[in-house]
């Protein structure tokens, strides 16, 4: 079983709708939680992070993280063909903050 | 803050030479910088975690004669493809994260890669 888990896609939206993107995780002692913006060719950028359950806004993100499902997602609003990119998901266990686990990314294509 | 800076971006090397990268902190201390390795279309492949002042630890299968790290300072770590070969060319990404107090991980953040190609 993988670290961390995501859907390949690639996801598409329309323009203007809201992007669910979903990660799942396999270790309970996980406890920090960062999604990635990765551009065709560019390295990845943070977009946000969360630590504690419930949900974390900020702008059109919001990151919603539910422990004892053990997953965590981003919901973009407001879809732009800007937003296509391919999102990763990382997670910290709490014993080793020198350690990232990546999923492999979602692709999210945005249609005008 | 919490910029990473990477050079050069770009190289274009022959086979059997050798290429070097920087992976800078700008405006923070990193005692921790981490190579990645991704390949079109391919998911982030972590090489070596980079430790200043002490050697670097390398992941199951990469060659530490051949991806030599040095973490000379706080705020550089260098990564050198030493005779490079064309199965070598591919897209370097270094990353550091700020070390926080607490209970929780500062996120990691990424140069802008350098994409490595040898003829």
């Known amino acids: 079983q993988k670290e961390v888990e995501q859907n390949s896609g690639p996801l598409s939206v329309p323009e203007g709708a809201i992007a669910s993107l979903n990660c799942t995780y396999s270790?309970?002692?996980?406890?920090?939680f960062f999604w990635y913006r990765q551009y065709s060719g560019k390295s990845p950028e943070l977009i946000m992070f969360i630590y504690s359950n419930g949900d974390k806004e900020d702008g059109r993100f919001t990151a919603q993280l539910n422990k004892a499902s053990q997953y965590v997602s981003l919901l973009i609003r407001d879809s732009q063909p800007s937003d296509s990119a391919t999102y990763l998901c990382a997670v910290i266990r709490r014993n080793n903050f020198n350690k990232f686990y990546f999923g492999s990314g979602t692709k999210l294509n945005v249609k005008p | 803050g919490a910029v990473v800076s990477q050079h050069p971006s770009r190289v274009i090397c022959k086979s059997g030479t050798s290429v070097k990268i920087e992976c800078r902190s700008l405006d923070f201390q990193a005692t921790t910088m981490f190579w990645y390795r991704q390949f079109p279309k391919k998911s982030l492949m972590l090489m070596a975690t980079?430790?200043?002042?002490?050697?670097?630890?390398?992941e199951q299968g990469v060659e530490k004669d051949k991806f030599l790290i040095n973490h000379a300072s706080l705020t550089l770590s260098t990564l050198t493809v030493t005779s490079a070969h064309p199965e070598d060319s591919s897209f370097y990404i270094c990353s550091a994260r700020e070390e926080w107090q607490g209970a929780y991980s500062s996120p990691l953040h990424f140069g802008n890669g350098t994409r490595l190609t040898v003829t």
């Open positions: 270790d309970r002692g996980s406890q920090s």
């Open positions: 980079s430790n200043e002042g002490s050697k670097a630890t390398y």
